[in-house]
C-alpha cells in the first residue's frame, strides 16, 4: 500500500463534499500537472491519502482511500489528462495545519512542506504515522 496527498480548496471541493459522495466515491478530476497525473497513475486500489483544504484553512482533514484506478478525467476530452476516484474513510480527530507540519523535524522532507504546488503527492510512511499521530489517530 502507498500513501498520497490530494490538495484541494474548500469553496471548490471540501472534505464535506468528499464525505456526502459515499462509498461510490467522486473523480479526482481538473488536475492539469504531470507529475500529479503520474502519482494518480501510480495508485492502486486501496492505497490511502490525506485530503488537505488548501487556502482556506491549509489542513489536513482527513483519510481518503482510492477505490478507483487511474482512468480518463471526465472534465476534458484531452487524451493526456488521467485521474482516480477517492471515497471518504474518516475525519481526523484533530486537523493538522501547515504550520503543525513545518514545525515538526519528522515532516521537514515532506512534499508539503517542500512543494507547495503539487495537487497530489506522495507521503511516506513514515510521515503518514506522523500525521496520523498529530491528527490524534
Not at 488536475?31 to 503520474?38: D, G, P
Request: with cysteine; hydrophobic share 40%.
Amino acid at each position: 500500500m502507498a500513501y498520497w496527498l490530494f490538495k484541494s480548496e474548500p469553496d471548490a471541493w471540501s472534505w464535506d463534499q468528499q464525505v456526502a459522495k459515499g462509498a461510490a466515491g467522486e473523480e479526482w478530476s481538473g488536475v492539469r500537472n504531470y507529475q500529479a497525473r503520474n502519482n494518480m497513475r501510480a495508485m492502486v486500489v486501496g492505497d490511502l491519502g490525506f485530503f488537505y483544504h488548501s487556502n482556506i484553512g491549509k489542513e489536513i482533514v482527513g483519510i481518503v482511500e482510492v477505490c478507483a484506478l487511474s482512468h480518463p478525467d471526465s472534465t476534458t476530452d484531452d487524451p493526456r489528462w488521467d485521474c482516480v476516484s477517492i471515497r471518504a474513510v474518516q475525519p481526523l480527530p484533530r486537523p493538522v495545519t501547515l504550520e503543525d507540519c513545518k514545525a515538526d523535524p519528522r515532516l521537514s522532507k515532506m512534499a508539503l512542506v517542500n512543494n507547495m504546488r503539487l495537487s497530489v503527492q506522495p507521503v511516506t510512511e513514515a510521515e503518514w504515522q506522523t500525521i496520523c499521530a498529530l491528527g490524534g489517530l
